[in-house]
């Protein structure tokens, strides 16, 4: 081999990185860190550690159902209750049960990443943790923690800025309906019917519901917010006595109506039922604590007061 030739050999065996005591340095690939799972507390003051990246979420009640379709996250839900009808999407989810019958093996066979529960579901709960399940409860009491909660699944889920501009407006939605009934003159005593299964007896909410809250952001006053406790039930003596001015039906959801209301005995010397004073309400906009309440409040504040929204 001549001198060129050899210097040649050399040079591509330099390129290669085989001439002896030569090293050529070739860049590896940086392995990006994976991200660490994150820890939030829930309505019970529990800790929870939840998955860094969240994809398969089930849902136990339609509250929460309706939070996370909300916050934009309606695709990564894989199983809601028998309950959980809005919005339409949700209905074609797979089935885990409800709040009194949790399949907890259909909840485990759907493999989730986060499982929002309530309060009232201890033994459920339990199994769920023992199996290793992410649980995070949201169990809400009134308006101020309803926009925790939803600040909640939003920190659980990765959606904090969903979850923030979601509050934010909710807040503004509910400051506009305070502005318009801040100086009305007269508040209105009002029944809120939850279950009328025994008429002569039917569910009203008490202290410390967001039932009551609400009635009085409407511009009205509870009859049962005195009472000893949240839920109760209310005799015929005991409503006649109170009087009401305005009877809201959220059990009007299962087909009772003003003209029921009227046939019942006794109730012919109310005031809201010599008035005609009697309305139907979506109680789905009422009970389930989350971002529809607002729409609650206002339908509450247009049967009290229609004449601020006209």
């Known amino acids: 081999m001549n001198i060129r030739g050899l210097h040649k050999l050399v040079s591509l065996m330099a390129l290669a990185g085989l001439v002896v005591g030569c090293t050529i340095s070739i860049p590896q690939p940086t392995a990006t860190p994976a991200a660490a799972p994150r820890v939030v507390i829930d309505s019970r003051g529990q800790e ?17 159902t309706e939070i996370l379709f909300a916050l934009g996250l309606g695709d ?8 959980c009808d809005y919005p339409e999407e949700a209905k ?9 019958n949790v399949n907890v093996e259909k909840i485990v066979s759907l493999s989730p990443d986060l499982v929002l529960a309530i309060g009232g579901m ?25 926009y925790q909660t939803i600040e909640l699944v939003g920190q659980a889920a990765s959606a904090e800025a969903a979850a923030q501009a979601l509050v934010a407006s909710m807040r503004e ?17 009002v029944f809120y019917e939850l279950d009328a299964t025994d008429p002569a007896k039917p569910y009203t909410a008490g202290p410390g ?31 006649i006595a109170q009087d009401p001015e305005v009877i ?28 005609g004073a009697v309305y139907p309400i979506d109680d789905n906009l009422i009970s389930r604590p989350g971002p529809r309440v607002v729409e609650g409040i206002e339908a509450l504040a247009r049967i009290l007061h229609p004449e601020r929204f006209e």
């Open 48 to 64: 929870v550690t939840v998955p860094a990246k969240v994809e398969r979420i089930v849902s136990l009640a339609p509250s929460n």
């Open 76 to 83: 990564k839900v894989v199983g809601v209750t028998n309950f």
């Open 92 to 100: 074609t989810i797979e089935k885990v049960g409800d709040a009194f």
């Open 122 to 146: 201890r033994e459920v709960m339990a199994k769920l943790e023992e199996l290793g399940l992410a649980v995070v409860v949201l169990q809400p009491t009134d308006l101020e923690s309803i």
């Open 173 to 189: 939605r509910v400051e506009a309906i305070e502005e318009r009934l801040a100086d009305v003159a007269e508040r209105p005593k």
């Open 209 to 239: 519901t967001w039932h009551d809250q609400f009635i009085g952001l409407a511009g009205g006053i509870n009859v049962a917010g005195q009472v000893d406790m949240p839920w109760v039930q209310l005799s015929t003596e005991e409503i």
């Open 248 to 275: 809201v039906l959220g059990d009007a959801n299962y087909g009772v109506t003003a003209e029921d209301v009227a046939r019942r005995p006794g109730w012919e010397v109310i005031a809201a039922v010599r008035k």
